[in-house]
């Protein structure tokens, strides 16, 4: 396997087929991001036919590192089949330790759906809901909607709702967002954090929408994007409104952009798989679903590289957490596998 960053590439040739049909986490735009933002590496990992390749960002915690999985491997800007899948895993496991590259390989981030899991990891069944955009018309996309979903639709276009898009609706966006995540009790990145990443990402690889009735703002969307697919990583809306459905129309109205780009499809971005009964999840899940997505099914998976250091740090860790009185964070895995 072969290690490579847009910045220093160990052979410049490799980078010459990573397009806009890959997904965005493979775009130096958004290396760029992590490495001036986040002060992360960003890396390339290539199979030995230099063509078959998966993103990963690398960071550390004191003398700790670590890694992250930013989307399955690639080739040509397809998904591998399951099988080879798991081979590309299992290989880059053994390269990861042979290299010392890091401590620890993190869950994915939530975007990053796998169909496989290397042998030995940690994993946990997760999904998502996908809206293929290019396979189908307008109409047969629509049509797909829940019928409560069109009413609420054509309800808002009839009412006045319009879309403001682009850079300068980012702070518009992030103050319904704050205010979003405060009914949630959550944190939230300050507006520099998307302000930066649209910046980085520009027009080609984010798209930042904002929905007004009666020249108010509502709610709002921010997107990242190439033609393999639009993820929507980040949503928002006022606590109260005067009309029903503007949320539902924003999302609608977003696709539609979408599939005139060429994007293949709009993902929701994340689906748990076990019982969500009675909890905030249900409802959340329940709107994904309402827009005629297909739910996709696969894994999230993690895995210690150097399992004797890096038990030191959980333990450094435990400790902190339990003199602020705290429990130890826990990620989506140890949350889903604890139900079982």
Known sequence: ??????????????????DDGYPFPFSPQYAAFLEKHKGENHFLVFADDRQTCLPVRQYKIRKWTFMQCLFPPV???????KIEEQAFLDDLIAFA???????????????????????????????????????????????????????????????????RSGADQVPVFHRLYAQTMERSKMSVNDLSFYQDLAGHMGESHAH????????QPVGGIFVLYSTFGAYYLWGSSAATTKLSGLIKFLHWEVMKWARNKGVREYDFVGARLSDVSGTRLEGIQ????????QL???????????????????????????????KPPTDIIDQENAKM
Request: charged fraction near 25%.
């Open 1 to 18: 396997m072969i290690l490579a960053a847009y910045s220093d590439p160990a052979d410049a040739t490799l980078f010459d087929t990573i």
């Open 296 to 326: 996709e099914e696969g894994v999230l998976w993690k895995m210690d590289i150097d399992g004797k250091a890096i038990r030191s740090f959980d333990r450094i860790l435990w400790w902190k957490q339990l003199l602020k009185g705290k």
């Open 75 to 81: 080739r040509a800007g397809e998904r591998l089949s």
């Open 208 to 215: 930042c929408a904002v929905v007004y009735f009666e020249d």
């Open 97 to 163: 330790g042979a290299s010392k590259l890091c401590h620890r390989f993190v869950q994915p981030a939530t975007f990053a759906l796998f169909q496989a899991y290397p042998d030995g990891s940690s994993y946990c069944p997760f999904g998502t809901y996908r809206v293929m955009l290019q396979e189908r018309t307008e109409e047969e996309i629509f049509g797909a909607f829940q019928a409560r979903y069109r009413s609420a639709v054509n309800s808002a276009g009839r009412s006045g709702a319009i879309i």
């Open 286 to 293: 329940k709107f994904k679903a309402r827009f005629g997505s």
